[in-house]
């Protein structure tokens, strides 16, 4: 019955770390959130708050700076159509690090 007792200890503790060292490999790592930077390709007020507008940039795009309409946004995370309904036009336009007209 010893012996018995031992052996149940030890295939428990074997079992146990198996389980603990599986679960602790195999853990998906958080996703890294990285931001973009967008260039305003739309022409009217009426077209700054739809994504569809905006296409992602790797280098700053040539700008006129005008300040009627954004030229480009940086450093926008997540989704950009959520970022642009939680903002009006005004907010949009301060938020830009480059303007056009």
């Not at 295939?11 to 930077?37: E, V």
């Not at 994504?51 to 995370?77: F, H, K, Q, R």
């Not at 950009?80 to 303007?99: H, K, S, Y």
Request: charged content about 15%.
């Amino acid at each position: 019955m010893r012996r018995f007792k031992l052996n149940l200890a030890l295939a428990t503790f074997i079992a146990g770390s198996a389980i603990a060292i599986t679960q602790s490999s195999f853990t998906p790592a958080k996703a890294a959130k990285f931001s973009s930077n967008y260039h305003f390709k739309g022409t009217t007020t009426a077209q700054m708050k739809t994504a569809a507008n905006y296409e992602v940039v790797t280098s700053p795009p040539t700008c006129d700076n005008g300040g009627s309409l954004p030229c480009e946004i940086d450093n926008i995370s997540g989704s950009l159509q959520t970022w642009l309904d939680a903002r009006t036009n005004a907010q949009i336009l301060a938020a830009a690090v480059q303007t056009k007209n």
